[in-house]
Structures are given as C-alpha cells and as structure tokens.
C-alpha cells in the first residue's frame, strides 16, 4: 500500500469513529487574515474537471468591506482556463466564474455583509438552470444566466485570503475565514439552508474539498476532510512559515454534525511527521508517486521512499532545495531522474605562455551528453540517463566555479584542501563533486588524481588544455574514480582493449573506440561491458573485439585464429606472452574481460570529507601515452 493510501486510511478510521451525533456549536479554530501578504494554499492536486455544476462556500468575518480583498479562488491565466473566486472589491461582494461559455459575473452590495459578523457565503453554478448564483447565510441574493462551463483542469491551485499564491499575489483578506469547501454539483437551496451552519459529514455525496481550519495553533497543515486527501498549508510554502495567517479560535454558528469530541490524539495524528512518511520533508499527498515530476505540489515521487531515483540526493532537497538553503531545483535537480552534481574551479599559468586551464565549454557538454545518454535505469520507467550539472562559473545559476590565480602546481591534496576550503560553497559538501583544474599536481605530468570513491579531483592539463576532447576524456575519467570505477572497471589492469571506457589507459585520451577496431576515435563514454572476453592464450583474430570485426593484434598483416599474444597494451601495440615489451600492462597473457561501469557507477557520495579515509588514485596517463 503507497504511502498516501496508509494516510487515506488512517483519516477514515480517526474522522468515523462513533461516538455519538450532538447537537452543538462547535466551530473549532478559523484562519485570521491580517492582510500584508497572508494567505494559504491547497494545490492543484487531482481535484479534476468542476463541469457544469459546483458549489463553494466559506464563513467569513470581515474587518473591511472597502478594499480589494479575495476570499476564495481558484483562478489562473486564460491559457490555465481560469476557474472561480469570490471577492470583496469595488463595495460588491463578487463571484466569478469563467471557463467554456466565456465568464459570468454575480454581485451584491458589500454591505450585505457587516464587519466583525460572522456570514455563510456561497457561489454556485447550475449548469442545468443555465445560472451563476451567489448566497449570503443559504439566501439568495443574486443570479446571473450563463452557459459558463468548467470543462478544462486548470492548474492553479486553490487559494484563501489573496488573489494569488506567488510573489505576485495581492488583494489580501483582512478577516477570518472558517469552513470552505468545494462540491463537484450544485447545491440545492434546501441543502444549503440544511447544511452552510453545520459541519459536513466525511465522505458526502459530491464533496471534493473540505477544508475545517481547525488544525492546533502552529500547525502548517490544511487537512481535507473530504476523503480525497487534497491538504494544504498556511503562506507561500509548506516548509516555512512566511506569508501563514494566525490560528484563532473561531466564534462562526456553526453546529456541530461529527462526533461531539475528536479522539484526543487527533491532532498529533494528523502532524507533518504523519503527513511525511518518509522524513524527506514532502507531504505524502504531494509525493504523487508516478514519476511525473511538475512542481512541489506534484512531485512523482514515491512516498515511502526519501530518495526515489537513488542517486544519493534526498527527494527534499531536490524538490524544496536544502535545509541550508541551496537552490538545488534552480540547478536542475530532478527527484525522479538520477542527478550529480560537479563544481568545477581552475588556475592559470604562463608555462609556455600564459594560458588559463578554465573547462571548455564544448569539454563539458561532451561529458554532460555522455551522463545523458547512459543506460541507466530511472524510477518509473523514465526514460534512461543521468543529468549532469557542471558548475564552472558559466552564469545563473551557476555562479559557483572560481578562478583560484596564478598557480603552475596544485598539490593533492593539502594544497587542494586549501582552495576548496577557501572557494567551495559548504552548503555543497555531500552533495557536490569538487575538481580544479590546473597544469600540474606533480613533476611527472600525471594527468590526474582522484579519491575511489569520493567526491575531490584534479584534472591536470598540462599543454593540452586547449583540446577539448581530452579535456572532456580526462575530467570523466577522473569523475569516475570519485563514482567507485577503477582503470579496468572492477580491477586495475588497464590497457584491456575489450574494455571500451575512458576509465581504460588505451582509451582515455584518444576517446573511446567506436567501430570496433581496439583504437580510440573520440567517443566520450564509459563501458557498458558488452564486448566479449579475449583469451590472450588462445585468441582469434577474425572475432576482434565486437565479435564480427577482425582485428591484426600482432600486425603482421594477417587474420589469423588460435594463436597467443598479451594485447593488453598502449593501442596498436602488442607483445609476446610473457614479455610486456615496454607497452603492455603486464607480462601474462590472461583472459581479459570488459566490465559494465554504467551498472556499477556509485552516485551517492560517501559521507565525510577531511580527512579522508578512502583510496587515492594517482593516474600515470601523460599526453604521450
């Protein structure tokens, strides 16, 4: 059972237990609006098409009867097809409705109503009539004929107490607001008379919302308690309290039609650790558990699960931003599509000139193509891959990647333990891969180092900062050790020319090999493993490396079968068993196998930083390897 079924559940078994209907006021809490930018939200989660006929009605206790002010609305732009609202505005208590049929307008003088009284108010459509109506205290005061239909899912969400749930809000309620709720028919006037002083009964006939407002003082939750689990929260957010009108007890006539007291653990059942089953800080009703991810109101994710796609981030802070209050959203995160996150910072020098090793732009876009394209499994049957975000200062929202100066040599890692420290946002940590880029971390024009696995390296440039596939092949290179991959996948021989990764020596500068001819020729990839095992001892020439394509090993011009040679070596190179002729390796001739790193890539970074306690992988590439 999902998460928000358990949720569902439990809300049937609290607000049905019998103990006996009562004949009493009972109005709870309401909502006191102050105006200046208070108000509260029920998202647009599933409450699906209004057609024809509905109903919505609230009590409300005016302070002003002048100004601008929006009780209830649920209107977006005309290309979200609008909906309804009912207003103060102009001395007209307004209702508005507009979807097929153009819009239809009732109003009534606002004094009507009286400050500091409390009145029922209710807009409802007849679509069988053909009339938009609007009640004060379930009598009419005002129709309007109309062929006004609601036949489109507008995607706004429902909001009290202003005309809007952004920062462009405005038309704020000065006044308290108690009982709304949202019917999918219209209401007859003996159901109205019947019912707008008494609380609803769980589960009615056509009740889509019912919002009670009688949650404790504190609480950020709106509960429905119509059955259809359409919560909501106080201000702009459900994770703050900016923007969150006050609790008050409500003096509004209304007659209790539900059990005289609620069980005493009511309230504490209905918590946000109650409606956040999984501690990622989303609210189960919004975790939709479809893999559709719109908003944070529609999140996709599974509600039983803090980190749905499994790459280490939180469903939370992907979708809400960090506790810390990095923008994680802003930067792309994506809680149902695998994501990783890589800073990038750089030095320049004047060795042979001066020359910056800052990415290339077209360096990057290689590496985030290959993550895009990779065979990698996302929840729900998204579509494959994984979104890499590089932070190289390129501009909003990247304004991370630092330029650290003039620095010809940056050790690892005590002297890039300094820089990160000095330069990487700490907010990042755990969540962010770090890399500079320089010219050298060591006399030997190494071209890199990296923890295995861990979240620091360098890609070290040398001369050949300016070639970006090299530039690209190195940094995925070194990316890799930090995801867990070593130079042949799950092992340390390397050269293997089965094993078609820039993790593989033979491959990593000149890129991978693309048409089965064991040379690199610019592919920027890791190995998906499917290329068959070479039998140094027993090899056949005509098979190659994909099975259909011969390969010379030992260039003698022939396509030979059933012979030996160790062809674990620097490409188009190879030697006799035993000997690794200065290019190969090793000196054995083994059975050498390809290796799935797509499959085995690590995503979560391993917890801790300084001082780390993991494998430091210095790799000996250089350019003329």
């Known amino acids: 059972m999902s998460g928000k079924s358990l949720v569902a559940a439990t809300a049937v078994v609290v607000l049905t237990a019998s103990i006996g209907w009562v004949e009493s006021f009972r109005a709870g809490n309401a909502l006191s609006f102050a105006g200046a930018g208070q108000f509260a939200v029920i998202p647009d989660t599933g409450i699906g098409l209004l057609g024809p006929s509905w109903t919505v009605e609230c009590w409300l206790n005016p302070v002003d009867l002048e100004s601008p002010q929006r009780l209830v609305g649920k209107w977006g732009s005309e290309v979200e097809h609008r909906e309804f609202f009912i207003e103060i505005s102009g001395g007209r208590l307004r209702g508005r409705a507009a979807g097929a049929g153009g819009e239809a307008e009732v109003s009534v003088d606002a004094k009507s109503l009286v400050a500091g009284k409390w009145r029922h108010i209710a807009l409802l459509l007849d679509g069988a009539a053909g009339e938009l109506r609007l009640y004060i205290n379930a009598r009419l005061h005002a129709r309007q004929a109309t062929a006004v239909t609601l036949d489109r899912d507008g995607e706004a969400p429902l909001v009290f107490g202003a005309d809007g749930s952004d920062s462009d809000a405005s038309a704020f309620l ?23 002083n008494r609380q609803v009964r769980f589960g009615e006939t056509g009740l889509l ?28 957010d459900y994770d703050d309290t900016e923007g969150d009108p006050a609790r008050v007890t409500s003096t509004a006539p209304i007659r209790s039609n539900a059990p005289d007291r609620p069980p005493t653990d009511y309230v504490a059942n209905w918590e946000l650790a ?32 803090p980190d749905t796609d499994r790459d280490g981030l939180d469903d939370g802070d992907e979708v809400l931003g960090t506790l810390a209050g990095l923008d994680l959203p802003g930067l792309g995160a994506n809680p149902v599509r695998k994501d ?18 800052r990415p290339l732009p077209e360096s990057i876009d290689m590496i985030v193509e290959a993550f895009a394209d990779a065979p990698v499994a996302n929840p729900y049957g998204q579509p494959p891959g994984i979104s890499l975000h590089v932070d190289y200062g390129q501009g909003e929202p990247y304004t991370g990647g630092n330029f650290l100066g003039i620095d010809l040599q940056v050790t690892f890692d005590d002297e890039f333990n300094l820089y990160k420290a000095a330069n990487f946002d700490p907010r990042r940590k755990d969540l962010f891969h770090y890399a ?17 696995p861990g979240d620091d390296f360098i890609v070290a440039s040398d001369t050949w900062y300016g070639v970006p596939l090299r530039v690209a092949t190195v940094c995925m290179h070194e990316l890799g050790h930090n995801l867990g991959l ?31 001819d064991a040379i690199g020729d610019g592919g920027v990839d890791y190995s998906d493993g499917s290329r068959p095992q070479l ?26 079968r059933n012979f030996s040679r160790n062809i674990n070596c620097i490409a188009r190179l190879s030697s006799v068993c ?27 970074i391993p917890p801790g930083d300084a001082p780390f306690s993991g494998e430091i992988t210095d790799c000996r590439m250089r350019p003329e390897d």
């Open 340 to 357: 990783i996150f890589l800073e990038i910072d750089w030095t320049d020098d004047a060795s042979g000139g001066m020359h910056s090793h």
């Open 436 to 452: 500079i880029f320089c010219h050298q971390f060591n006399a030997n024009r190494n071209s890199g180092i990296a923890e295995l």
């Open 578 to 604: 035993g000997d690794d002729g200065g290019v190969c390796d090793d000196r054995l001739c083994t059975t050498l196998r390809d290796f799935n790193d797509w499959a085995a890539i690590r995503l979560p």
């Open 209 to 236: 919302g019912y919002w009670r407002l009688d949650e404790a003082p504190g609480a950020q939750e709106l509960l429905d308690f119509s059955g259809h689990d359409r919560h909501g929260f106080l201000g702009g």
């Open 535 to 560: 039998d140094e001892t027993f090899l056949d020439e005509e098979v190659g490396v994909c099975g259909d394509v011969p390969v010379d090993w030992n260039g003698d011009g022939r396509f030979r």
């Open 174 to 196: 000065r006044g308290e607001l108690d009982e709304v709720r949202l019917w999918g028919r219209a209401l007859t006037e003996k159901e109205l008379l019947d019912r707008h």
């Open 274 to 305: 109650t409606l956040d089953a999984d501690g990622d800080r989303l609210w189960d009703v919004f975790e939709t558990n479809d893999g559709e991810y719109r908003d944070r109101w529609h999140t996709g994710t599974d509600p039983l699960n």
């Open 486 to 516: 070593r130079h042949g996948g799950s092992e340390e021989r390397t050269y293997k020319p089965n094993y078609n990764s820039v993790m593989n020596y033979r491959y990593t500068f000149p890129g991978t090999d693309t048409n089965c």
